[in-house]
């Protein structure tokens, strides 16, 4: 049976929608004056500057090459901002977990593909990244212990992780899925995932009504231009799962169900029920932890964006300490599996900071970076329409009690990871594959449910695509 959903406006009443209007306005002119004044104060100070951003804010250069190549891409963003909200409006919950995952990897196969398809892969290859590293490791294991040792004789892009994505791609090609087409569906499946479970977690904080106002958006996302040819598309993916699951273990069965008088939720706590509940809880806890584990092992990015939704889901959570004990040992036992085999994940941590430093990012222009240049990225990576829905959160009637839903939480945590790691200084420049992860919590705000900021975020993706040549 097809189960209809409306999708009602968050402000109540004419005046209220006005007034939403208007803050929507103010952040589509936020977006763009951020996005202005990175293109031109990067253009003039940054992009010949020998710090390897010639596009800035973006790594690449500017170089117009529109083409027929385009044109799936673009009919595929068509009919996302023509059906996208009606189908979100109406299609089964599972159903539409499928379809917004399935259009997520059409749209990013379709953008690198415009420019042959040898795009998907061609970045994975560099000599940069991790697969022709793991391709030069014989002993996993003895590569592990010795990894913060020898890091300084890494590629560069290894030097900024733990050993986590070389030990990936020297497993897949052990196993006989060796060569980057298979990283590339790696990295495909890992993005597909992060929408999915985005949209899972906001359906248990902010209501069904608000997930499936955001699922459209979440299908056609800007990222997409570098979710497909890099692997932080795979962290996102796994910091998404971890994110997912905690949130699941801290909203319990009955906040998202009727309320029901005090009497009869005792005696459902203290039932059998209430009991198995209170196991799943924590058995998700404990998931959510070892896939919170497995990112730490990816990434030394995920730190912030998991300490945010864990947040989150600590304050939603009727049992916090137990949620955060479970998922506590879950990531203690990934990290403490990477210490028996050699690696600690605080000497890395440390390490990369001294490499970075000392390499290439102790001479990118801090200042323009982190106030100007590294926003403007992520303005560009989640769109106009994200902007304007995160300014639009300011107008939602505010909704209080135990029962109801939350539309502002995970948006507001992942902009207060984003806002921690551009302050870290741990990035700067190259941050529209880093702020990957961040994305799809992001567009958990955005107006999905209006095709003119569908049609908003296509159009931004395809001028991006026809001038923007990116080493991703």
Do not use: K
């Not at 209220?16 to 977006?31: K, T």
């Not at 569906?185 to 890992?190: D, K, N, R």
């Not at 909203?251 to 939720?265: C, E, F, I, L, T």
């Amino acid at each position: 049976m097809v189960t209809t959903v409306r999708v009602a406006p968050s402000c109540g009443g004419s005046r209220l929608r006005r007034r939403r209007r208007h803050v929507e306005r103010a952040g589509l002119a936020g977006w763009a004056t951020v996005v202005a004044l990175a293109v031109v104060w990067g253009t003039l100070r940054v992009a010949d500057a020998g710090v390897g951003i010639r596009a800035a804010p973006l790594m690449g250069r500017w170089d117009e090459h529109a083409g027929w190549g385009l044109a799936p891409a673009a009919a595929l963003g068509a009919a996302a901002a023509w059906r996208g909200p009606a189908l979100a409006a109406r299609l089964p919950w599972r159903r539409l977990l499928a379809v917004t995952a399935l259009t997520t990897v059409a749209w990013t196969v379709a953008l690198a593909a415009s420019d042959g398809w040898d795009r998907l892969t061609e970045p994975l290859t560099s000599r940069h990244e991790y697969a022709p590293a793991a391709a030069q490791v014989d002993d996993i294991g003895a590569y592990v212990r010795r990894y913060v040792d020898q890091l300084g004789d890494q590629p560069i892009h290894v030097q900024g992780h733990p050993p986590g994505p070389v030990v990936l791609a020297w497993a897949l090609d052990r196993i006989g899925l060796a060569g980057a087409g298979w990283l590339a569906a790696v990295a495909l499946g890992g993005w597909a995932l992060a929408a999915a479970c985005a949209l899972v977690a906001a359906r248990a904080v902010s209501g069904e009504a608000a997930a499936r106002r955001a699922a459209p958006a979440l299908a056609v996302l800007p990222a997409a231009l570098w979710a497909g040819t890099s692997l932080d598309a795979l962290f996102a993916g796994v910091i998404a799962l971890a994110l997912c699951l905690v949130v699941l273990a801290g909203v319990s069965r009955n906040r998202r169900s009727a309320p029901a008088v005090s009497a009869d939720n005792q005696r459902r706590n203290e039932s059998a029920a209430g009991q198995q509940r209170a196991r799943r809880d924590r058995l998700l806890g404990v998931a959510g932890g070892v896939a919170g584990g497995c990112a730490l092992m990816l990434t030394y990015g995920a730190v912030p964006l998991l300490l945010a939704g864990t947040a989150v889901a600590l304050t939603l959570a009727p049992r916090p300490l137990e949620l955060a004990v479970a998922a506590g040992l879950g990531a203690l036992a990934v990290l403490g599996l990477a210490a028996a085999a050699g690696f600690w994940w605080p000497d890395g941590l440390a390490a990369t900071h001294g490499a970075y430093w000392s390499g290439l990012g102790g001479r990118r222009p801090g200042v323009y970076l982190t106030l100007v240049g590294n926003p403007a990225a992520l303005a560009l990576a989640t769109g106009p329409a994200v902007a304007a829905g995160l300014a639009s959160l300011a107008c939602d009637s505010p909704r209080p009690g135990p029962h109801r839903p939350h539309p502002a939480l995970l948006p507001a945590a992942a902009l207060a990871a984003v806002a921690v790691a551009d302050l870290s200084q741990l990035a700067r420049g190259e941050v529209e594959r880093i702020w990957l992860p961040f994305v799809p919590w992001l567009a958990l705000a955005a107006p999905g449910d209006r095709r003119g900021w569908l049609a908003a975020q296509v159009a931004v993706v395809l001028v991006l695509q026809s001038i923007l040549v990116s080493p991703w």
